[in-house]
């Protein structure tokens, strides 16, 4: 046992796939940025940037296969869970302890709670959610019934979170044939939820996102099940993808599979224009209230089912050419996670800030948030390079030898 506490190097990276969750994770950034004005309206550009969660889940199913399937024998459960902590956890306290730190500048009507929110109360709420605990319903402080109200998309981490315990589990013992059967009946729990089949009768209560799958940040019945289902079948996919190689076979760290198979000449580009063509499409028909109609529910089970899984595969095939190409996806691999674990708490103060000059000049609007969208840049990179490489490093060498 004493040799599996040992931290075992990291695997070559998929240098494509590290671009594509940085290309996300901008527009993610963009999606919220836009959200401030147009809410769920249909007409917002990056219709369908929530779609970025799903995406995520299947790469770091994908990346959990590739780096940790056949290390099992090298690795205990318990080193596997000091590993993934020492990846994820360091930001996930900082964006929690940065959105404390913007609490107050969010005041506005969209967020009532906030000036009747007292100081301790503000810090109690701090560290529960540095336990990635989600938060009573009875503890909200915000006002929008958030597992994380200090850093909003830490919801999805806590399902990644999750992901990470099934997959140490239970998962990595499933062969490829369980796992294939796993994927087809997720597949139908997708499809129920994007077409509003109200099987459970919880989705009653999400009306308001009839025909998509927003969803799965609060601990009510409905949104348990919208981020559970959001969550297993693109892990489950993305982890299915990483196994599809010949006799565990690498070729150039790829699998041989992929190469043949997925290769694609400007992969990283053709597949960036994928995401960016299916996070803006507009919704597909609207009823005549404004609502998204089931065609919107068909559209996004094909991103999820088909296209998100197709293009992870054509970014682990693919090939980064020449060293201007390598250095792009280099960083934005460097600040995906970074940027989106720390720019909602800026876009709780664009709210706020949108809110009380409604009367500004749309030239100062769009410069206000072309502004905010450079500083989560800032705050992501400068949070990556002084805090989270040096933390995670003095980490590695308290907990492993």
């Known amino acids: 046992m004493s040799n599996q506490n040992i931290y075992l190097a990291s695997k070559p990276r998929y240098e494509i796939l590290d671009g594509l969750r940085g290309v996300a994770a901008m527009l993610v950034v963009a999606y919220h940025l836009f959200e401030t004005y147009y809410g769920g309206k249909p007409d917002q550009p990056i219709n369908h940037g929530y779609l970025a969660v799903d995406f995520f889940f299947v790469l770091s199913g994908f990346v959990v296969g590739y780096a940790y399937d056949d290390r099992w024998d090298r690795m205990s459960t318990w080193s596997f869970f000091k590993r993934r902590l020492i990846r994820l956890h360091p930001m996930v306290i900082f964006g929690t302890l940065f959105g404390t730190i913007m609490f107050y500048f969010g005041s506005c009507g969209e967020f009532p709670l906030i ?7 503000v810090l109690l709420v701090m560290f529960w959610c540095f336990t990635m605990i989600p938060l009573p319903n009875t503890m909200d402080i915000r006002g929008w019934a958030e597992t994380n109200p ?8 806590q399902w990644e979170y999750i992901a990470n315990i099934l997959y140490a589990l239970v998962i ?10 796993c994927v087809a009946v997720f597949a139908v729990m997708t499809v129920i939820l994007c077409l509003n089949i109200d099987v459970t009768g919880f989705l009653e209560e999400r009306n308001w996102a009839l025909y998509t799958v927003v969803g799965g940040w609060s601990t009510t019945p409905d949104q348990l099940q919208v981020g559970l289902t959001r969550l297993l079948y693109p ?40 995401i960016i063509v299916l ?16 065609t919107n529910g068909l559209y996004e089970a094909i991103c999820i089912l088909i296209c998100f899984p197709l293009i992870v595969a054509m970014g682990a095939g693919s090939s980064v050419t020449g060293s201007k190409s390598s ?47 450079l500083l989560a840049i800032l705050v992501a990179y400068g949070s990556y ?10 980490l590695k060498k308290k907990l492993f030898r």
């Open 115 to 121: 000036n009747q929110t007292p100081w301790y109360m």
């Open 150 to 157: 200090l850093n909003g998309p830490a919801w999805s981490l």
């Open 172 to 181: 990595r013992r499933l062969s490829k044939v369980a796992l294939g059967i």
């Open 235 to 274: 892990f489950f996919c993305g982890l299915l993808i990483s196994r599809l190689r010949t006799d565990g076979e690498q070729s150039n760290h790829h699998y041989s599979f992929l190469i043949t198979h997925f290769s694609f000449k400007h992969g990283f580009w053709w597949c960036s224009l994928m």
């Open 279 to 294: 996070f803006c499409m507009p919704w597909m028909g609207l009823g005549t209230e404004g609502e998204a109609r089931w």
């Open 327 to 373: 250095a792009i996806n280099k960083f934005l691999g460097d600040i995906s996670y970074p940027i989106y674990i720390t720019h909602y708490p800026l876009i709780y103060m664009q709210m706020s800030w949108a809110d009380s000059h409604k009367d500004a000049p749309l030239g100062t609007h769009i410069f206000v948030a072309v502004c905010i969208f």
């Open 385 to 394: 390079r002084l805090y989270d490489l040096p933390v995670r490093e003095w």
